[in-house]
């Protein structure tokens, strides 16, 4: 299933659009062995990712952006 949505950093105020795709089961290629196997996270009005996973790291959360990665995989992993 593919879940969007924005989310405002808690510690910068920066919102970030997300998209993700997740299951219901948990899986090898899913972060952290869990249920997300795609993420993509970037800064509202810009056009280039500050994270990207497709069943592995392509470019990895940053310190600017770990707050909102973990708000997302609380919510969806």
């Given at each position: ?60 959360p ?8 973990t ?7």
């Open positions: 299933m593919w879940s969007e949505g924005i989310i405002t950093c808690p510690l910068t105020g920066v919102k970030y659009e997300y998209w993700v795709k997740h299951y219901e089961e948990r899986s090898p290629f899913g972060i952290k062995g869990g249920r997300i196997s795609k993420l993509t996270l970037r800064k509202v009005g810009e056009s280039s990712d500050v994270v990207n996973y497709d069943r592995g790291w392509d470019i990895k940053t310190d600017e952006v770990k707050a909102v990665y708000i997302i995989l609380s919510k969806y992993n």
